[in-house]
């Protein structure tokens, strides 16, 4: 059976997602500060101020001091949690103590997470639960018993995955009671093997191209929503490249300005606009935490709208610093 859209479940998500990588202050074990609160409550007004309503967290951000100085906002303000969709990751365990850094989707590490989660939240239940990235060890039968208890527990509303190609999806999907309604990838004007594994079919190319065969068409044909991690390149685009940065690269940034400057907006509309163009409808994960880069980014549904097959190919070309084959 084909998986339904996420506004099939009742979850109504916005273009855009404001992902929450960049709160919470250090990659550390410090206490959060005030700064940092107050930090997470300015980027939430920004986001909500320009229609983000969905919000995008993992277990490991910031050692879970990312979902803590959220947690912190939403205790001020009882009243945004019923404005957003919440979801978070997990599945990443970094090393402790003599354990490596590793992946766990057992059943009792999947729980434990989601207790840790909706407590530093302060929230009952997620609206999403992804599974960060594929663990070798992975059982579907085990995942599918953790899915069964969040989801009758109250705990989860609904389940997807992250960094996950078909086969993946499948292997999981099989034992799963619960569809899968999200699959997060990295994809960018700087990340292309998504868009070139599509047309290097037939070519010498397409051997050096790793992004998994299928996988737009697969999630595209089930209902499997898009989202796309690091979709402003690191600014890379909208922002002044550096000085060592390649020649199409500082090409392509130009090509956003004049867009801009022609179209009224601001770079980082233009950057998301082309991303969201595909027919994938696919979400981009926003990770600026700048209350003003986040406003910057309002405009980019509207752009992806008004974008020509023309502009979109040659964003597209002059990223990929190559012609078409």
């Not at 404001?18 to 609160?37: F, I, K, Q, R």
């Not at 001091?65 to 009882?78: Q, Y």
């Not at 949690?81 to 992946?103: N, T, W, Y």
Request: glycine content about 8%.
């Amino acid at each position: 059976m084909k998986q339904q859209p996420l506004a099939h479940w009742g979850i109504d998500t916005s273009r855009l997602v404001l992902g929450c990588m960049s709160l919470g202050g250090e990659w550390n074990h410090d206490p959060y500060t005030p700064a940092d609160v107050k930090k997470a409550e300015e980027a939430i007004d920004a986001a909500l101020s320009v229609g983000i309503t969905m919000f995008d967290h993992a277990d490991i951000y910031r050692m879970g001091k990312a979902e803590a100085v959220f947690g912190e906002v939403l205790k001020h303000n009882p009243g945004l949690r019923d404005l957003m969709v919440i979801q978070s990751k997990c599945g990443i365990r970094f090393a402790e103590g003599k354990m490596p850094h590793r992946f766990d989707f057992s059943k009792e590490h999947i729980l434990a997470s989601v207790d840790g989660t909706l407590q530093r939240l302060g929230i009952e239940t997620l609206d999403i639960l992804l599974l960060h990235r594929p663990d070798p060890l992975m059982e579907p039968e085990e995942v599918a018993e953790a899915i069964r208890v969040l989801r009758a527990s109250g705990k989860v509303r609904r389940f997807g995955v992250s960094n996950m190609n078909v086969s993946q999806i499948r292997f999981l999907q099989q034992a799963s009671p619960e569809p899968f309604v999200v699959n997060q990838l990295e994809m960018s004007l700087s990340r292309l093997d998504w868009l070139d594994q599509t047309i290097h079919v037939n070519q010498k190319a397409g051997a050096a191209v790793h992004f998994g065969e299928g996988l737009l068409e697969y999630c595209q044909t089930e209902h499997i929503q898009l989202q796309a991690w690091g979709p402003l390149s690191k600014g890379i685009f909208s922002g002044k490249p550096a000085a060592e940065a390649e020649e199409h690269v500082r090409a392509t940034a130009e090509l956003v300005r004049q867009l801009a400057l022609e179209k009224d907006t601001t770079p980082e509309a233009i950057v998301l606009g082309w991303l969201m163009r595909h027919p994938a409808r696919i979400q981009p994960v926003i990770g600026t935490a700048n209350a003003g880069r986040i406003r910057a980014c309002a405009d980019a549904g509207r752009q992806a709208e008004l974008m020509t097959r023309e502009e979109w190919y040659t964003l597209y070309i002059s990223a990929r610093g190559k012609a078409m084959p």
